[in-house]
């Protein structure tokens, strides 16, 4: 095609592809239209949260008590997760009830208490349970155990100022 410009060529070429011109003409459109892109973004994470494999709830249920924990994280070096309990005998007994659940051939190396300080008024607990799978492979867990640890000590240690602390902590968050 000797006579033909490139003007020309690239035409021809868009017309005789025209899936390829569709989804170019999409892509501008949504690129250069602020309000398109961010429903476009907003659809994708809907559908992100449908088709997202979920790690199932573990409930556990004892002496009248409901212990439920909240992946806040998972990796492959660690796993930050929240126990949901009210005193500190079940909350550590359904730590290790979660692990023998999600890691059932792995062996506990070690556990350890930390605390991190959020701000001036409140302070996170942690027990970390370092974990070694069957490949000889080591992995942290974390569980925020801030439920039924807190500055004062544990719920074993003096129950009524424990549920005194809770119901402060109750108000004090409305």
Do not use: C
């Amino acid at each position: 095609m000797e006579g033909t410009t490139k003007y020309d060529q690239l035409v021809n070429l868009f017309l005789d592809n025209w899936v390829v011109s569709v989804i170019i003409l999409i892509a501008v459109i949504v690129a250069f239209i602020p309000s398109l892109r961010d429903g476009v973004f907003h659809i994708l994470k809907l559908f992100q949260l449908i088709f997202k494999r979920r790690i199932k709830d573990f409930v556990i249920e004892h002496q009248g008590e409901t212990i439920t924990f909240e992946y806040k994280t998972k990796s492959s070096l660690f796993d930050i997760v929240k126990i949901n309990a009210t005193t500190h005998h079940l909350g550590v007994s359904a730590e290790y009830l979660w692990v023998n659940r999600y890691y059932p051939n792995s062996k506990t190396i070690s556990q350890s208490l930390s605390k991190i300080e959020v701000d001036e008024n409140h302070s996170l607990h942690f027990d970390t349970i370092l974990l070694e799978n069957e490949e000889g492979q080591e992995k942290r867990i974390y569980f925020d155990i801030s439920d039924f640890f807190n500055d004062g000590g544990t719920t074993s240690s003096n129950l009524d100022e424990f549920a005194r602390t809770r119901i402060k902590e109750l108000f004090v968050k409305k």
